[in-house]
């Protein structure tokens, strides 16, 4: 059974900057998809970074430019370094697993908290 964990997470000033990392266990990593997604207070949970297996990236236009995703397939580990920060990026991000292989099926992590005060 696969699982994912997030940390990471934390309290930070606007224009600084969080690092937040994905730990996979239980799945073959390289055959999955990774992204970021958050979920503020009252509102849906959104995509905020993706990279394939292949370590094809994207992201929305409010996140560009910002946040950059990476992965390390050797350590089963998805990355998302966040810069500038603003307050508006507060939320509970989570990380998503997406197997290329639709048999298989995807996996959430338990979110990680981050906040950013002005």
């Known amino acids: 059974q696969g699982q994912l964990v997030e940390s990471g997470g934390g309290s930070v000033q606007a224009g600084g900057s969080l690092r937040l990392s994905c730990a996979a266990s239980?799945?073959?990593?390289?055959?999955?998809?990774m992204a970021w997604y958050r979920q503020a207070p009252g509102k849906q949970r959104e995509l905020v970074a993706r990279?394939?297996?292949?370590?094809?990236?994207g992201y929305p236009d409010f996140v560009k430019g910002r946040f950059t995703i990476s992965r390390d397939n050797a350590k089963n580990t998805v990355y998302l370094q966040m810069n500038s920060l603003e307050p508006e990026d507060t939320a509970v991000y989570y990380c998503?697993?997406?197997?290329?292989?639709?048999?298989?099926?995807?996996?959430w992590g338990q979110g990680t908290q981050v906040t950013v005060f002005s």
């Open positions: 990279i394939t297996s292949g370590g094809n990236t």
């Open positions: 239980g799945i073959i990593f390289s055959g999955y998809a």
């Open positions: 998503n697993a997406n197997p290329i292989n639709p048999y298989y099926r995807s996996y």
